[in-house]
């Protein structure tokens, strides 16, 4: 089935740690994005990349990281040094143009211990 | 400023009845986009419609219309025929494009119940 797959669904982070998560895609697709959702709000960009080995920061980036070495794959760090990681994190895909639908993986969702 | 706006925080509907959920957006971009996305509680963003800046009609897909008022800023959904299934958030969000590349808003949501 072609679709975004995010994971893990779950994920705890200590203190000082890095944690990573994943997001995959085969719909081809050109551009991927990482927003984090917190309660009650709307999404905010986090990191973006419109090709292989190119990634712009969004409006939160700072404390996160990504790469981007293959076309299909588009993981998130959630370094030590952002302070308030809980939230709810979703990778997008679409591809470049016109009428460029976003198509959203099912989320992962982060809590600090 | 806000560039995505959706006024109402909570709606309530009965089941089977018609219900329009608001969004007035906020752009000096000639080309836009405008979307709509639902979100069940169990998170994932679904892809309900979109409008173009320069479509002529008012988009629509099945159960769901989309009222583009270009002059007003405003691109409300219109769900007919409420079902159950309805209830969730839905997010208005705009695409424009910043600095050669394309970028998503999105609105703080409208969460709806559909009541038997």
């Known amino acids: 089935d072609g679709g975004i797959t995010q994971s893990p669904k779950y994920l705890f982070r200590k203190e000082g740690q890095n944690v990573t998560l994943s997001c995959e895609q085969n719909?081809?697709?050109?551009?991927m994005y990482w927003y984090r959702q917190d309660p009650g709000q709307g999404l905010r960009l986090i990191y973006y990349s419109q090709i292989v080995n190119d990634f712009q920061k969004g409006d939160i980036a700072e404390g996160y990281s990504v790469s981007r070495e293959k076309k299909e794959s588009f993981p998130l760090t959630v370094t030590s040094a952002q302070k308030n990681p809980t939230a709810f994190y979703l990778c997008?895909?679409?591809?470049?143009?016109?009428?460029?639908?976003?198509?959203f993986g099912a989320g992962t969702r982060l809590s600090v211990l | 400023a806000q560039k995505i706006t959706q006024t109402q925080p909570g709606m309530f509907v009965q089941e089977k009845e018609a219900v329009t959920l608001d969004c007035t957006y906020d752009t000096s971009d000639p080309s836009y986009g405008l979307f709509w996305y639902k979100q069940p509680s169990s998170g994932e963003m679904i892809f309900l419609i979109y409008?173009?800046?320069?479509?002529?009609q008012n988009a629509t897909e099945g159960r769901y219309s989309l009222n583009f008022q270009k002059a007003r800023k405003s691109a409300n959904l219109v769900i007919s025929a409420s079902q159950l299934g309805d209830s969730a958030m839905y997010f208005c969000a705009m695409r424009e494009i910043t600095s050669g590349t394309y970028k998503y808003i999105f609105g703080t949501g409208t969460r709806l119940k559909v009541l038997a």
């Open positions: 409008q173009g800046s320069y479509d002529q």
């Open positions: 997008a895909s679409g591809h470049r143009g016109l009428k460029n639908i976003q198509y």
């Open positions: 719909l081809n697709h050109d551009a």
